[in-house]
């Protein structure tokens, strides 16, 4: 049976990552409705940060050169390790478990929220593989970072998510679905940009329609 993962990050409960998200999410559910589905919304619900029990944990992975995700488990041997594998391993079973890998996230501070990124901590083994799970990213930026835009060098989000899944998870295909110069709705400075970011929000919610029923 297929299924989905499907995760939000934005701090914000009317979030356009989120709406982005949810389009897919329906839209892939309407095609799979016996498919299986997770949510988690990792702002509202948050994953610890690691501690010392996961790197010891990482450690024994480390020092074992193992590769084997079914086996990390053994390596948990001492109380702290065990504590941190209590954390890591629902999280990693529901990755594991899923064909496709929806992640809402918002833009902070060029890159990604510290909500992810404790997820990612969690879920970041050496040399382990996710693939062939397929990892659909559906974002949203206050300012403008397309190929072009004069801040187009600081969009540490999509490189930083893209390099992330190809270098640990081995998936290559990552697809991003961007809405743009959101700020535009809030900050009266401006919204003479504001023609675009509708443009490009809509753009995003006509992507992410379509790929949901794609997948
Ligand atoms: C803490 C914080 C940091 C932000 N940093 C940036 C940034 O570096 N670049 C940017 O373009 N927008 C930035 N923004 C604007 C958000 O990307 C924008 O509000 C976007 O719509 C957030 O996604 P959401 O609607 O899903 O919450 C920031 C917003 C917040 C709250």
């Known amino acids: 049976m297929t ?9 914000r409960r009317n979030s356009i990552s989120r ?7 329906d839209a892939w559910r309407a095609e799979h409705p016996y ?11 948050p994953i610890p ?5 996961w790197t010891e944990l990482c450690d024994r992975v480390l020092a074992g050169g193992g590769t084997d995700l079914d086996r990390l488990a053994e390596l948990a041997d001492t109380p702290a390790a065990a504590a941190a594998w209590a954390i890591v391993e629902p ?7 899923a064909d496709v890998v929806l992640i809402g996230t918002p833009m902070y501070n ?4 510290a909500s992810l990124k404790a997820w990612l901590d969690q879920l970041t083994f050496p040399r382990m593989s996710l693939a062939p799970s397929r990892f659909v990213v559906t974002t949203a ?6 190929p072009g835009a004069p801040k187009a060098a600081y969009d540490y989000q999509e490189r930083f998510l893209r390099d992330f899944f190809a270098g640990h998870f081995a998936v290559e295909d990552t697809v991003f679905i961007n809405a743009e110069l959101a700020n535009s709705r809030q900050d009266p400075a401006l919204a003479h940009l504001r023609e675009k970011h509708d443009a490009s929000y809509a753009a995003a919610l006509a992507e992410a329609r379509r790929l ?3 997948y």
């Open 110 to 113: 060029y890159s990604i929220p």
């Open 49 to 53: 940060f690691i501690g010392e029990g």
């Open 35 to 45: 498919g299986g589905y997770r949510y988690r919304d990792l702002a509202a619900d």
């Open 91 to 97: 999280l990693l079973a529901e990755v594991r478990a």
């Open 141 to 146: 930026r206050g300012g403008a970072y397309s």
């Open 3 to 11: 299924s989905l993962l499907h995760l939000d990050s934005s701090a």
């Open 19 to 25: 709406e982005l998200s949810a389009a897919f999410a």
């Open 212 to 214: 949901g029923k794609e």
